[in-house]
């Protein structure tokens, strides 16, 4: 069964401390891994996919990378406007998006 | 192009009432997704339309939804006789067509209670 686990649930961290964000998964052929950012009450925004294994992505402070079970996202010196929940998601050969239930990052000043 | 819009932003409707939503996705994008999402949770697939063509329904979506997209332009999503479990941010999506590399753009949702 198709299946995306993220952890930690939440993570608190002060500003400028660097840390990772964890997405495993199992799916039928991987046809691509999404990351995706929340703001309470909106709807998600793109960030990054992935399609392979070894595979890097980055923007400003965000690198997203890829092995055959797991991505992660690692954010270097954050910064409080980078508090909102990171969703992963993926896609596999049924092309369904299979979402995980995010992280809550909170990014204190 | 301003992104893909949903309106209204927030519903709040008696039990039992009919609910409508509107979603108008990028113009050029011929993929339309609804998702459903609680707190805590990850988006929930609803359905999806290429051009005016519904593909595919998730077997979560009762007899009580029904969603449309005439001419493959904007969607509707209609709920009739609200329940209470139906209170849920109400997430519309578009992409261009499956390519991976894009991801979906979302809407900001509609809010709706059910009281």
């Known amino acids: 069964e198709d299946q995306v686990t993220q952890s930690p649930e939440a993570l608190r961290l002060q500003e400028g401390e660097s840390s990772s964000l964890n997405c495993s998964y199992t799916?039928?052929?991987?046809?691509?891994l999404f990351w995706y950012r929340q703001d309470p009450g909106k709807g998600p925004e793109f960030l990054f996919t992935l399609y392979s294994a070894g595979e890097e992505k980055e923007k400003e402070r965000l690198k997203a990378t890829l092995t055959k079970k797991e991505s992660f996202l690692h954010i270097t010196a954050p910064k409080p406007e980078d508090s909102a929940t990171y969703l992963c998601a993926v896609a596999g050969n049924n092309r369904k998006l299979i979402w995980g239930l995010g992280t809550s990052l909170a990014v204190n000043p | 192009d301003t992104g893909v819009s949903q309106n209204p932003r927030h519903k709040i409707t008696k039990r039992g009432q009919n609910v409508t939503f509107r979603c108008d996705p990028i113009?050029?994008?011929?993929?339309l997704y609804w998702y459903r999402q609680t707190l805590g949770q990850g988006p929930e697939f609803l359905t999806y339309?290429?051009?005016?063509?519904?593909?595919?329904k998730s077997r979560l979506l009762s007899d009580r939804f029904s969603a449309e997209r005439p001419k493959g332009s904007f969607s509707t999503l209609e709920i009739q006789r609200t329940e209470q479990g139906d209170s849920a941010m109400y997430l519309c999506?578009?992409?261009?067509?499956?390519?991976?590399?894009?991801?979906?753009?979302f809407g900001s949702g509609t809010r709706l209670t059910v009281v």
């Open positions: 999506a578009s992409s261009p067509e499956y390519r991976v590399d894009y991801g979906y753009t």
């Open positions: 339309f290429q051009n005016e063509a519904q593909l595919e």
């Open positions: 113009s050029e994008h011929n993929r």
């Open positions: 799916v039928s052929g991987l046809r691509g």
